[in-house]
């Protein structure tokens, strides 16, 4: 079946004179014939040598690993490749001629003498004989630390004058990362790389500003070029919009992450890299709702304003078309052509491009064993067609912020086919800034923004990596230069104080269904350890992927009945979690250990400095903190208000073992407020209001967004206040949501002239907040996870004041008690380790299930009730150095 597989996987479209031809038996049977037995074949005949040559030539490194009975990603020393670079001085033309891929990648530096001693020299002399002793080469891989000089390398991609090097193409492809090398200008204007399709030249030394200034690295030199990995540059804003400018829609997939980059490239990105027809269609407006755009106003921060309609289904997720792929479009006349740059969006079925490293070798070379497609039919692959744009973007590493990154989603026309940001800053506005937050800390992640990656907004979306905060609604807080809080301590924060107040004004994470099209989910930056509700939210998402195989699979039966019925999309079909270090090991070099491995004796003199050691909460800005002898994770259950409004099926636990309550907290005197007026007809009466103020409150916000508030005590609808802003030269002026307005009372009647309306545990934290003048900045207009917190849909809120409630508040909700390092370790788990334990207790019940099923002649059926997740799990933990360890 692999052979079968590989064979299939290596065959190019052929063309009628190679359908119709009839095929000889030695080339029918190659596939089936191992690698280490081609050699001696290849002296039969010419025969067998005309068939089997190729394949044996294709990737001479790979071959000779292989044949030598090695895995084909095992290293081959440095002196094996001096002397095979020694032996093709003497094989024939007709032989190199057969070599297309060159993979260095998998020769490393022995320990001799000798390899130390000759590696910078006679690495580049060789180098630079490659062009011509290799003159079809078509793939070039050098991804390891070589002691090479710039000048060496630059002239390694350059035929030697002394030979004749007529028949050098050029290659398509060149990964050089990690290349402890400075990369000169006369690089990229080598003409030997005029061909070049992809491009890597990450994490090495040297600008690119240079080259672009010059033209010698552009769409000139280098038309062909399309995928462009330019990671690890300390590349700053300004060169990364040169390159944007530069290459403008050539490219379709661009690497720069690990870069020194800002929220400012992001504009370049919008308008130089992406196309302007745009993808979203209003005709799956039951399905997926649709885009309102607002013309004449917007934000710098939010870019132009725009609101998601929802249907009936569409803000569930629940319509009974969700899994079906779009349909095809239709026309009454035949010949009826569409029109070119006409674009619609992929059905929802069609896999993307893979931009890998080693599917474009295998694309460019095949396999190692298989013989290399024709040159000139490699040209009509997806790999080398325009795409109009960029579809693959990789971001992370950078200091983009959350808002700009959901700004860069909805000003693109929907065309992201791969996105990776895997880490974003979480901006918080500097009056919605609380003073228990030091300034060392800082904080990723993104809250209320699952409604970006929804097929209204991201169409062809398929493949995603991000920060887990988006499923888990946990943000990261991290001290800078070795400042602020220990890891553990920002954990217990984290999952204690932040985590309830996000849910209460976030309350829409992630799921499987919102993207039915999304294929790869990979989330990033997960702790090792959780108090509870972090385990809780990643188990929950692998249940949600299984009740989505089940649906999928339901329609599936449903639709095999009729003949002619539509395809579904497959799902998400593979969760990639990837953990950070363990912190554990932090604490077991301070001493910290378990008490079973240190004696009662050391075991007492730790717990009496226990509270000098902890310094968060020596700090005095937490005086405020009250603690007893509760458990060290469980949050006080007077601050948690008990009125459920998050109506989707993901469950949330509140910090600690032994906590079952997630609801959020709320500001302490809101909170006692609502608890004993909430069910009396006048409940918000004799709360403060911002239209009760006869004074007017200036906007706070940032540039572009300026004015003042206007106010008035008649005022009786629920916007009380609004905002002015200028958006591309244009005036506006929006009204702010403050609330439902308090009942008013004719001087005649005693009953209220309008019903009364309930605020939500969010909605009266926020009325309270933009009480606070600085906070009524950065409208915005109400997202679907506003609404779902409470926000009539439609309207207009402020920001920061909305913010404001995941980061103020009263800080006695983040503990009962001081925590010491050992019980802060005893009150977290191993989330590793317990999703281990569930994927093993599902399997079993999914394996019972399969007896069950075949015992009585019937399919098994996915999801419930043993919800195990059929995709593929893949777990991936980092190491101190940075290595990254997993299973699957």
């Given at each position: 079946?692999?052979?079968?597989?590989?064979?299939?996987?290596?065959?190019?479209?052929?063309?009628?004179?190679?359908?119709?031809?009839?095929l000889?038996?030695?080339?029918?049977i190659?596939?089936?014939?191992?690698?280490r037995?081609?050699?001696?074949?290849?002296?039969?005949?010419?025969r067998?040598?005309?068939?089997?040559?190729?394949?044996?030539?294709?990737?001479p490194?790979a071959?000779?690993?292989?044949?030598?009975g090695?895995?084909?990603?095992?290293?081959?020393?440095?002196?094996?490749?001096?002397?095979?670079?020694?032996?093709?001085r003497?094989?024939?033309?007709?032989?190199r001629?057969?070599?297309?891929?060159?993979?260095?990648?998998?020769?490393?530096?022995?320990?001799?003498e000798?390899?130390?001693?000759?590696?910078?020299?006679?690495?580049?002399?060789?180098?630079r004989a490659?062009?011509?002793?290799?003159?079809q080469?078509?793939?070039?891989?050098?991804?390891?630390?070589?002691?090479?000089?710039?000048?060496?390398?630059?002239?390694?991609t350059?035929?030697?004058?002394?030979?004749?090097?007529?028949?050098?193409?050029?290659?398509?492809?060149?990964?050089?990362?990690?290349?402890?090398?400075?990369?000169?200008?006369?690089?990229?204007?080598?003409?030997?790389?005029?061909?070049?399709?992809?491009?890597?030249?990450?994490?090495?030394?040297?600008?690119?500003?240079?080259?672009?200034?010059?033209?010698?690295?552009?769409?000139?030199?280098?038309?062909?070029?399309?995928?462009?990995?330019?990671?690890?540059?300390?590349?700053?804003?300004?060169?990364?919009a040169?390159?944007?400018?530069t290459?403008?829609?050539?490219?379709?997939?661009?690497d720069?992450?690990?870069n020194?980059?800002?929220?400012?490239?992001?504009?370049?990105?919008?308008?130089?890299?992406?196309p302007?027809e745009?993808l979203?269609t209003?005709?799956h407006?039951?399905?997926?709702?649709?885009?309102?755009i607002?013309?004449?106003k917007?934000?710098p921060?939010?870019?132009?304003?725009?609101?998601?309609?929802?249907?009936?289904?569409?803000?569930?997720?629940?319509?009974?078309?969700?899994?079906l792929?779009?349909?095809?479009?239709?026309?009454?006349?035949?010949?009826y052509?569409?029109?070119?740059?006409?674009?619609?969006?992929?059905?929802?079925?069609?896999?993307v491009?893979?931009?890998?490293?080693?599917?474009?070798r295998?694309?460019?070379?095949?396999?190692?064993?298989?013989?290399?497609?024709?040159?000139?039919?490699?040209?009509?692959?997806?790999?080398?067609?325009?795409?109009?744009?960029?579809?693959?973007l990789?971001l992370g590493?950078?200091?983009?912020t959350?808002?700009?990154?959901?700004?860069?989603?909805?000003?693109?026309?929907?065309?992201?086919?791969?996105?990776?940001?895997?880490?974003?800053?979480?901006?918080?506005?500097?009056?919605?800034?609380?003073?228990w937050?030091p300034?060392?800390?800082?904080?990723?992640?993104?809250?209320?923004?699952?409604?970006?990656?929804r097929?209204?907004?991201?169409?062809?979306?398929?493949?995603?990596?991000?920060?887990?905060s988006?499923?888990?609604?946990?943000?990261?807080l991290k001290?800078r230069?070795?400042?602020?809080?220990s890891?553990m301590e920002?954990?217990?924060?984290?999952?204690?104080?932040?985590?309830?107040?996000?849910e209460?004004?976030?309350?829409?994470?992630?799921r499987?269904?919102?993207?039915?099209?999304?294929?790869?989910?990979?989330?990033?930056?997960?702790?090792?350890?959780?108090?509870?509700?972090?385990?809780?939210?990643?188990?929950?998402?692998?249940?949600?992927?299984?009740?989505?195989?089940?649906?999928?699979?339901?329609m599936?039966?449903?639709?095999?009945?009729?003949?002619?019925?539509?395809?579904?999309?497959?799902?998400?079909?593979?969760?990639?979690?990837?953990f950070?270090?363990?912190?554990k090991?932090e604490?077991?070099?301070?001493?910290?250990e378990?008490?079973?491995?240190?004696?009662?004796?050391?075991?007492?003199?730790?717990e009496t400095t226990?509270?000098?050691?902890?310094?968060?909460?020596?700090?005095?800005?937490f005086?405020?903190f009250?603690f007893?002898?509760s458990?060290?994770?469980?949050?006080?259950s007077?601050?948690i208000?008990?009125t459920?409004t998050?109506?989707?099926?993901?469950t949330?636990?509140?910090a600690?073992p032994?906590?079952?309550?997630?609801?959020?907290?709320?500001?302490?005197?809101?909170?006692?407020?609502?608890q004993?007026?909430?069910h009396?007809?006048?409940t918000?009466?004799?709360l403060?209001r911002?239209?009760d103020r006869s004074?007017p409150?200036?906007?706070?916000?940032?540039?572009?967004?300026?004015?003042?508030?206007?106010?008035?005590?008649?005022?009786?609808?629920?916007?009380?206040?609004?905002?002015?802003?200028?958006?591309?030269?244009?005036?506006?002026?929006?009204?702010?949501?403050t609330?439902?307005?308090p009942?008013f009372?004719?001087?005649?009647e005693?009953?209220?002239?309008?019903?009364?309306?309930?605020?939500?545990?969010a909605?009266?934290?926020?009325?309270?907040?933009?009480?606070?003048?600085?906070?009524?900045?950065?409208?915005?207009?109400?997202?679907?996870?506003?609404?779902?917190?409470g926000?009539p849909?439609?309207?207009?809120?402020?920001?920061?004041?909305?913010?404001?409630i995941?980061?103020?508040?009263d800080?006695?909700?983040?503990?009962?008690?001081?925590?010491?390092?050992?019980?802060?370790?005893?009150?977290?788990?191993?989330v590793?380790?317990?999703?281990?334990?569930?994927?093993?207790?599902?399997?079993?019940?999914?394996?019972?299930e399969?007896k069950?099923a075949?015992?009585?002649g019937?399919?098994?059926?996915?999801?419930e009730?043993?919800?195990?997740y059929?995709?593929?799990l893949?777990?991936?933990?980092a190491?101190?150095?940075?290595?990254?360890?997993?299973?699957?």
């Amino acid at each position: 079946m692999d052979s079968i597989t590989r064979m299939a996987a290596d065959t190019d479209l052929p063309s009628y004179q190679e359908a119709t031809r009839r095929l000889d038996w030695v080339e029918l049977i190659a596939p089936y014939v191992p690698i280490r037995e081609y050699a001696r074949l290849c002296l039969v005949n010419r025969r067998f040598y005309r068939h089997l040559a190729p394949r044996l030539w294709n990737d001479p490194l790979a071959t000779a690993s292989t044949s030598a009975g090695r895995p084909v990603n095992r290293d081959i020393d440095i002196e094996w490749f001096y002397r095979f670079m020694e032996h093709m001085r003497c094989v024939r033309q007709a032989t190199r001629l057969l070599v297309t891929c060159l993979d260095l990648r998998r020769v490393e530096a022995g320990t001799s003498e000798l390899s130390l001693y000759s590696l910078s020299r006679s690495l580049s002399a060789y180098l630079r004989a490659v062009p011509v002793t290799f003159p079809q080469l078509r793939c070039i891989l050098l991804n390891r630390h070589w002691d090479v000089e710039a000048d060496d390398l630059a002239v390694a991609t350059t035929p030697d004058t002394d030979h004749d090097a007529s028949n050098a193409e050029g290659p398509l492809m060149l990964s050089i990362p990690q290349c402890q090398v400075k990369i000169s200008t006369a690089f990229f204007s080598s003409p030997y790389l005029h061909h070049l399709v992809y491009l890597n030249v990450s994490n090495m030394a040297g600008s690119l500003r240079k080259p672009l200034e010059q033209q010698r690295f552009g769409p000139e030199r280098h038309p062909h070029l399309r995928v462009l990995k330019v990671g690890a540059r300390e590349m700053g804003d300004s060169t990364a919009a040169l390159l944007v400018r530069t290459f403008k829609q050539q490219l379709w997939s661009l690497d720069l992450s690990q870069n020194q980059l800002t929220d400012a490239v992001l504009n370049d990105l919008h308008i130089f890299a992406f196309p302007a027809e745009n993808l979203r269609t209003d005709s799956h407006y039951d399905v997926e709702g649709r885009l309102e755009i607002i013309p004449g106003k917007g934000t710098p921060l939010f870019g132009q304003f725009c609101l998601i309609r929802e249907s009936h289904w569409s803000a569930t997720f629940s319509h009974a078309d969700r899994y079906l792929v779009d349909a095809p479009n239709y026309t009454r006349l035949v010949e009826y052509i569409p029109q070119e740059g006409v674009r619609t969006r992929l059905n929802g079925r069609t896999k993307v491009q893979d931009d890998s490293e080693d599917e474009i070798r295998r694309s460019f070379s095949g396999t190692p064993g298989a013989s290399s497609p024709r040159r000139e039919s490699l040209h009509d692959l997806g790999v080398c067609q325009s795409h109009n744009g960029i579809t693959h973007l990789y971001l992370g590493g950078n200091s983009i912020t959350a808002n700009g990154l959901v700004r860069l989603i909805m000003a693109s026309p929907g065309q992201l086919q791969h996105l990776d940001c895997d880490s974003m800053v979480y901006e918080i506005h500097e009056a919605a800034r609380p003073d228990w937050l030091p300034s060392s800390i800082r904080v990723s992640g993104l809250l209320g923004a699952a409604h970006a990656f929804r097929p209204v907004l991201s169409s062809n979306l398929q493949v995603l990596r991000i920060h887990h905060s988006l499923v888990t609604q946990l943000l990261s807080l991290k001290g800078r230069d070795g400042g602020g809080l220990s890891t553990m301590e920002n954990l217990w924060l984290a999952e204690t104080f932040l985590l309830p107040r996000a849910e209460m004004a976030y309350p829409q994470a992630f799921r499987p269904d919102m993207n039915p099209r999304l294929r790869l989910l990979t989330l990033t930056h997960i702790p090792r350890w959780s108090t509870g509700p972090l385990i809780d939210r990643l188990i929950e998402l692998l249940k949600l992927a299984s009740m989505q195989e089940r649906a999928i699979q339901d329609m599936n039966r449903t639709l095999g009945k009729s003949r002619r019925g539509p395809a579904t999309v497959v799902g998400l079909r593979h969760i990639r979690l990837e953990f950070d270090h363990d912190v554990k090991e932090e604490l077991l070099e301070d001493g910290e250990e378990d008490g079973e491995e240190k004696n009662q004796k050391k075991y007492v003199a730790e717990e009496t400095t226990a509270a000098k050691e902890f310094s968060f909460f020596d700090d005095s800005r937490f005086s405020d903190f009250s603690f007893d002898s509760s458990s060290p994770a469980e949050v006080s259950s007077s601050n948690i208000d008990t009125t459920n409004t998050d109506t989707t099926p993901l469950t949330s636990v509140v910090a600690g073992p032994a906590a079952d309550d997630h609801r959020a907290v709320p500001d302490q005197t809101v909170s006692n407020q609502s608890q004993t007026q909430r069910h009396s007809p006048s409940t918000h009466s004799h709360l403060p209001r911002t239209g009760d103020r006869s004074e007017p409150i200036v906007n706070g916000g940032n540039e572009g967004q300026s004015g003042r508030l206007t106010t008035g005590p008649q005022q009786r609808s629920s916007s009380s206040s609004s905002s002015r802003g200028n958006w591309n030269g244009t005036e506006y002026t929006v009204p702010i949501w403050t609330g439902p307005p308090p009942p008013f009372y004719d001087s005649t009647e005693d009953t209220p002239q309008h019903e009364h309306q309930e605020v939500s545990p969010a909605g009266e934290v926020y009325m309270r907040n933009i009480l606070d003048r600085r906070l009524c900045a950065d409208a915005v207009p109400a997202s679907p996870c506003h609404v779902l917190a409470g926000v009539p849909e439609g309207e207009f809120i402020w920001g920061a004041a909305w913010q404001a409630i995941v980061t103020r508040g009263d800080t006695t909700a983040a503990g009962k008690r001081r925590p010491k390092k050992r019980e802060l370790m005893k009150g977290m788990r191993d989330v590793i380790g317990e999703i281990k334990a569930y994927r093993r207790k599902t399997r079993e019940r999914y394996e019972a299930e399969l007896k069950r099923a075949r015992l009585n002649g019937d399919g098994v059926r996915l999801g419930e009730p043993h919800f195990y997740y059929g995709g593929r799990l893949e777990v991936v933990r980092a190491g101190r150095e940075g290595g990254m360890l997993g299973w699957r």
